[in-house]
Structures are given as structure tokens and as C-alpha cells.
């Protein structure tokens, strides 16, 4: 502040004011003044008072432009051609030639100012990695100003902020003409756009002088460390994917407790494909990761690495790499791993034949933290997960460099913030904040698993347990084209009779509460064991279907064996008996009764009845009468009862037995939600009596 304030003919006032003027000017943030009724708005002297609201692509632009309005130098107006600047209450008119916006291959924007003595720069700003590779190197007096702007930059990101370099250049008449020519045929260029005006840009882009670094702090949303504590506890890995100095990942790794101190941090900065290679073998010969690759290769790399290549404990040395290619069991624990790469070494392992080391050391580690990569290498990280597993990836992201990647992910989510609607749009799921990601998983993904996988069980036994019913008639008439059932109760079967319980069921049914589920993560790992479908329930429900079929069938003739009913009257008990079959044994596995739940079980034997009664009413059906002689038969009845009871018994046995002797985690919380409800209620009753 006191170089702003002072002279600025000297050479430290100066590059103050070219910094700020540079933070000013050097974006496309939008200014829109309002009138206020207060004076402490920023504004220009004289008149009534005014405050200004700027308004751009990202929240980081307005963030950087109001920091030097605060210094006093304030982005006032702006127009396609040129921008006012007022500078501690003097406004300055500067004319835009052109604009060069940020894109990820550069990792930097740039503008061409013409100031009002008639001298043009260019003013820059970007990322480190790409800014210190453009600076002048033919000044050496510029080396003191670079190492202490480096160390700011450690220290940003040591803090977990987000780092920014500013510089700029002064263009002669030559190199203004030559881009002129080229950014206007870029501009109007009906192919390949963006690569010219990439080209057009490195023309003015170099021999920078670097001015400093900026930082900008990127909050962690409220709810964030214990969301991602949460889905760590359900057995979720949670990788970062982020764009930012390594430091500051880390940093913010720390901040969100991913990573946390008793971890030990694989770091993998490499600037060849060798020194990759060499680095993810030296670690995963160091920490006895099985690999595909595992070879006398890695032992001969080993032996070329540098220790200074990697940064990991001392003590955490592997034996010895036979071993782990052997696959011994007594290898040290060396307690959880956390993978942190930069997306330099990205480029060479997901181009080159290095992603099967990649894979197997990032699949044993607990945490990876990928910093610095590219909108493509986000999702090339996500698309090497898929491609190489089977397990269900979630992308979440905020911002447009995340499209790529929540697009490329099996679940795509966009949370709704500053960053704009580009995610969100991309995305399957729509959320204003990344804390609500955990009900999203850990409350609605079990509920629907669990509902997912109960209906496609029960659907199978719903549809098999009718058609094997009537497989069993046909081979007991010996396959001839006789039908016991009218087309109007097989068509019926699906449409009326058991449909509503099936969709009310599917939509309602919940195992456990929510709070429940938000209270205790790791019940969410029951979908990772797949026990609400896998093979074996799915052969043993189609024995019990079989078993049912046969009673349904079988039941029936048995206690009509010397009666004279007609087969009309037969297929008419096989309706309804089917219908109460399958509704008792969906009753018999629901987990919360409502009252729609009731409505629609109980309610559809009632409907089932009362088609039946209007299906047989009608004379020109051959079941014509049928309902009204078999109602008035005790054997019946019996023959419904003995069906429902013998049929379920068996599923009802091996209910009790299992989730007596082998309960799962979902039964044991189940039971505990039980018996709080019936503590509550107690307590309840005896306060009413007390009082």
C-alpha cells in the first residue's frame, strides 16, 4: 500500500502499479454500476455515489479484479474496444487491441493494451508451470525478483490457496503489426480456430517480465471433510482431481481429511517416460504392490533410481523384490498409501504403455490426489477405472473443466455453484453443495439397491411361479390345447392383480432409516457384497418358485381328487390362490408398512376378487358362473389356506434360521431401530402415565 501511495517513479512503485494495473485489466470480468444510497461503495469522486458489481465467467476473475479495486485501482467501465480504470480516483482509458482467453492447453490469458502515451504491452496471467517457462532468461538481475516470488508461491500453497502469476512485455510496432495480421485470420478462421489463435498467442507470449504472484483462497464448502470422511467409512475410494499446484492439493487433501498424517505419501514428478517408469516401479517395489508387469525389468530400474526421486519414509523399505513377485504372505504392513501425481507425469503414462503400473498402484493405495492435470486427463484417469475394473464410478465436479470427466464417469454429478451451469448440465445428478453427495450415496444409492435388487428377484418369481403353474397343467393334460385359465385372468395377471404392489413396494420400501443410514457408512457396503442380489439368491428363489408352483398345482387336485369340479372351476382357484401367493410372500419381505403399502397388497386380492366375479358374470365366457359355486365349497377355502401356508413354509424356515444364526449388518441395525422405537414408546407411555 505504501508503494501505491508513494512515488511511483521508482522502480518498486512502478512494478506495484503494473501489477495492479495488470490484475485490473487482464480478465473479462464485466463492471455494471448501480446507484447506491451509501458512500462507502466504490465509485469516482463527484456526483451521487455509485457501486460497481462485477459480474464473469469465473468467481476467481471477480475475486482477483475486486482485490484491486480495494487497492484503488478500480475496473470502472469496459467495452469491446477499450476499458476505463480509475487509479486512486484518476480514471485511465485503455484501448483493447485483443484478447487471448484461458484455455487449458496454455493455462493462461493474455491482452493487448494500448496505454494513453502510445506504448503497448501485452499483460499475462497464468498458472506457474506455464509462466516461468515464457519468462525473459536474458536477465539476470530479474533472478532475485523470480526466487522470491517462487517461495510466495510455496507459501500460497502450503496454505491451500489458489497461486497466480502476473507479467507482461512491451511489443514494438513490428511484433504489433505481425500479430495483428495473424490474430485477425485466426479470429475470422473457419477451421482449426482454436489452434491458431494458440499459435497467434505464443507470438506475443514470451520473453515476459514477471511482475509477482497472487493467490486466491478457495474455501472448502461446509460439510465437505465429513461428506468425504463418510464415503471413506462406506467403503468408497475418493480420488482428487484438480488443477492446482501440488502443494495446494495437498493442502487441501489435509484440509478435507483425505489425507491424513499416518499416511505415507507416494509422490510421482517425472518429466520423461523413463524417470515415470522408474518412479512407479520404485514405489511399488518399495510398498510390495503386485503387478501385472512384475519383472526382472523392475528390479534392473530399481537399481538406476535415485533416491531423491521419490519422497518416502526411510524406514518404510521393502525386503526385497523377488518376494513381492512371489506373492509371500509375510511382507511388512506399511500402513495406508496415498498416491499424488502431477499431470506432467500424467502425460506420459496415460500416452504411453505405463497405465497398467499406473492402475495397479493407484488401486492400492487409499487416497490418490492427481494435481495440475488437464480437463483430458481427468477423464482419461476416470476412463482408465472403467476400463480396467468393474466397479461403478461417480465423477463430481463444479466447474467446466470437470465436463470431460463427469461425462466419462458412469454417474455424473454437477454441484451448482460460482464455477457457472456447464456441470451441471453435463451431469446425471444436480446439487447445490458437495455435502449433500452423502445422502445422495450413502441414503438414497441403498435404498435403491436395495429396492433394485428385492424387484428383480421378485419379478422372476412373480412371472415364473404363474408359467410354471400352468407347465405343470400342460404336462398333466399331456400337452394338449386345453386352457384352464380365460386369456382375460393370464392377461390380467400382470397388468391388475399384481402390478400396484410390485410399483408401491419399489417406490416406498425402505430397510432401514435415514438417519440410520447417515449415522453408520459402512452399512452402505452391503451393495459392495452384493447381498441384495447375486446368484446364489437368485437360484434359490427360483427353487422356492419351483416348490410354490407345485404346491399351487398339486393342492388343489389333491383335495378335489374325487370331486366332479369342472376345469373352468380348477383354473379359477389357480387365479386367485396364485394372486394371495405372491402378495403374502411380497408381504412377507417388506420392511415398511405404510398405509398406501397395505392399501395395495390387501387391496389387490379385493380387486383380484372382484374382476373374477365380473369376468364370470358374463354368459358368453365358457367360466361363465364358476366364482359363485366354488365361494360356497369349504375345500375352497382350505385348499387357498393350504396352498398360502404350505407354500411359504419353507421360505419362512429358512428366514428365521438365517437371520437368527448368520444376521447380516442390515438386520442387526434393523433390529436396533426396533427396539429404540419400542424404547421410545415405552418411555412415552409411562410419562403419560406418571403425569
Known amino acids: 500500500m505504501k508503494l501505491l501511495y508513494k512515488d511511483l517513479s521508482g522502480e518498486e512503485g512502478i512494478a506495484a502499479h503494473e501489477f495492479f494495473l495488470t490484475l485490473a485489466s487482464c480478465n473479462t470480468v464485466i463492471p455494471i454500476l448501480t446507484e447506491s444510497s451509501s458512500s462507502g461503495c466504490d465509485g469516482v469522486s463527484g456526483g451521487s455515489p455509485v457501486s460497481i458489481d462485477y459480474q464473469g465467467e469465473s468467481p476467481d476473475e471477480q475475486a482477483l479484479v475486486a482485490a484491486a479495486s480495494a ?22 482509458r485503455l484501448e483493447v487491441l485483443g484478447l487471448h482467453e484461458f484455455d487449458s492447453v496454455r493455462k493462461r490469458m493474455s491482452v493487448v493494451i494500448r496505454f494513453p502515451n502510445h506504448t503497448i504491452k501485452v499483460l499475462v496471467k497464468g498458472a506457474d508451470t506455464s509462466m516461468f517457462s515464457i519468462l525473459d532468461n536474458d536477465r539476470p538481475a530479474e533472478d532475485h525478483i523470480r526466487h522470491v516470488t517462487q517461495v510466495h508461491l510455496n507459501d500460497y ?23 495483428q495480421h495473424r490474430y485477425e485470420d485466426a479470429c475470422t478462421s473457419l477451421t482449426d480456430r482454436s489452434v491458431k489463435l494458440r499459435q497467434t498467442a505464443a507470438l506475443i507470449e514470451c520473453n515476459l517480465t514477471l511482475l509477482g504472484a497472487t493467490a486466491i483462497e478457495d474455501k472448502l464448502q461446509e460439510g465437505v471433510p465429513e ?18 499446484k501440488q502443494e495446494t492439493a495437498i493442502s487441501i487433501g489435509l484440509s478435507c481429511r483425505l489425507l491424513t498424517a499416518d499416511m505415507n505419501q507416494i509422490i510421482i514428478n ?29 528390479t534392473k530400474l530399481r537399481r538406476k533410481a535415485e533416491p531423491d526421486y521419490l519422497e518416502l519414509p526411510s524406514q518404510t523399505k521393502s525386503s526385497s523384490m523377488p518376494q513381492q513377485c512371489e506373492g ?19 502425460v506420459y503414462i496415460l500416452e504411453r504403455d505405463l497405465e497398467s503400473e499406473l492402475f495397479d498402484l493407484a488401486t492400492s493405495c487409499r487416497v490418490v490426489l492427481c494435481c495440475r492435470v488437464a480437463p483430458l486427463q481427468k477423464a482419461g484417469i476416470v476412463d482408465l477405472i472403467k476400463g480396467r ?15 470431460s470427466m463427469i461425462q466419462m464417469a458412469d454417474v455424473g454429478v454437477g454441484i451448482c455453484g460460482q464455477e457457472g451451469r456447464q456441470a451441471v448440465m453435463a451431469s446425471d445428478f444436480a446439487m447445490g453443495q458437495f455435502r449433500f453427495l452423502k445422502r445422495l450415496l450413502l441414503v438414497h444409492g441403498h435404498w435403491n439397491y436395495q429396492r433394485i435388487g428385492y424387484l428383480v428377484l421378485y419379478n422372476f418369481y412373480r412371472n415364473a411361479v404363474f408359467v410354471l403353474m400352468l407347465f405343470w397343467y400342460i404336462l398333466c393334460t399331456a400337452f394338449s390345447t386345453t386352457s384352464a385359465l380365460t386369456d382375460w385372468s393370464s392377461v390380467f395377471y400382470s397388468v391388475i392383480y399384481t402390478s400396484v404392489p410390485t410399483i408401491v413396494v419399489g417406490v416406498l420400501d425402505k430397510n432401514l432409516s435415514d438417519k440410520t443410514l447417515l449415522k453408520y457408512p459402512k452399512l452402505y457396503a452391503a451393495g459392495h457384497r452384493q447381498e441384495s442380489y447375486n446368484m446364489s439368491l437368485f437360484w434359490i428363489t427360483m427353487v422356492d418358485t419351483l ?35 405372491v402378495n403374502v410372500h411380497l408381504a412377507m419381505d417388506i420392511q415398511r408398512w405404510v398405509f398406501v403399502t397395505h392399501l395395495a397388497i390387501w387391496g389387490s386380492i379385493i380387486v383380484t376378487y372382484g374382476c373374477m366375479v365380473v369376468l364370470d358374470s358374463i354368459p358368453l365366457f365358457p367360466n361363465y358362473g364358476t366364482i359363485y359355486h366354488l365361494v360356497k365349497s369349504p375345500a375352497y377355502w382350505l385348499s387357498i389356506l393350504l396352498i398360502t401356508v404350505i407354500g411359504l413354509l419353507p421360505r419362512f424356515i429358512f428366514k428365521v434360521f438365517h437371520q437368527t444364526f448368520w444376521p447380516s449388518d442390515i438386520q442387526i441395525a434393523r433390529e436396533a431401530e426396533i427396539l429404540r ?3 421410545r414408546h415405552i418411555g412415552s407411555k409411562t410419562d403419560e402415565v406418571s403425569s
Open 677 to 679: 422405537r419400542r424404547r
Open 328 to 346: 509371500e504372505e509375510d511382507t511388512p504392513n506399511f500402513g495406508p498409501l496415498a498416491l499424488i501425481i502431477d499431470g506432467n507425469s500424467l
Open 71 to 92: 487497492y484503488g485501482y478500480t475496473l470502472f467501465e469496459r467495452t469491446s474496444g477499450h476499458i476505463v480504470i480509475d487509479v486512486n480516483g484518476e480514471k485511465i
Open 227 to 244: 461428506a468425504i470422511e463418510s464415503l471413506r467409512q462406506a467403503g468408497i475410494k475418493v480420488w482428487i482431481l484438480t488443477g492446482d
Open 270 to 298: 517425472g518429466n520423461s517416460e523413463n524417470e515415470c517408469r522408474k518412479l512407479l516401479c520404485d514405489a511399488m517395489a518399495k510398498y510390495n504392490v503386485n503387478s501385472t508387469s512384475c519383472s526382472s525389468q523392475i
Open 547 to 581: 416348490w410354490q408352483s407345485l404346491v399351487l398345482f398339486y393342492v388343489p387336485l389333491f383335495n378335489y381328487r374325487e370331486s366332479t369340479i369342472d376345469i373352468w372351476s380348477m383354473g379359477s382357484l389357480w387365479t386367485i390362490a396364485v394372486v394371495i401367493l
Open 389 to 403: 475394473t468393474d466397479e461403478m464410478t461417480l465423477a463430481i465436479g463444479d466447474g467446466a473443466n470437470d465436463v
Open 157 to 179: 500453497s502450503s496454505e491451500g490457496l489458489r497461486t497466480l502469476v502476473l507479467a507482461f512485455r512491451n511489443l514494438t510496432g513490428e511484433e504489433l503489426a505481425e500479430w
